[in-house]
């Protein structure tokens, strides 16, 4: 006679699966595709384009516009003056209907500081301050 038992210690529970082998291999991968990724970049994807004047017609920008030269020197529809007679000519009221603001154009090549320190002479005036940008003619819409 045979007596077939099934010993208990084969009994195991089974076996649940572990994701966090899985998600480790993914969050590495992503990691790896951002660092490949992020040294393609170029930097002069990150440069930019000024404008550039050739023809200036003075005659179609707003006014009061105030213009500084290369040079320094400042010019306020065309006269020549120097900081404080411009802020002492803007300090009036704008004229009925007309915007209170004064519009500067400076070169491209202006020192910061020399822009900074000309709409810092304007504030005095009580007058919004914008500067005035011209389109290259040269380029793509």
Known sequence: MSITTSPLSDQRPPRRPDFGLA????????????????????????????????????????????????????ALDGQAMSAAEVAEALSAPAAEGQPNAVYILAPQDLPADSLIAAMEALVPTGRAVSLVTLKDKGAAP
């Open 23 to 74: 998600q480790v291999n993914i969050v590495l991968l992503l990691v790896l595709f951002f660092l490949v990724v992020g040294t393609i970049v170029e930097t002069d994807e990150l440069s930019v384009d000024l404008s550039k004047t050739e023809d200036l017609p003075l005659e179609r920008l707003p006014r009061p516009l105030l213009l500084i030269a290369p040079d320094g020197t400042w």
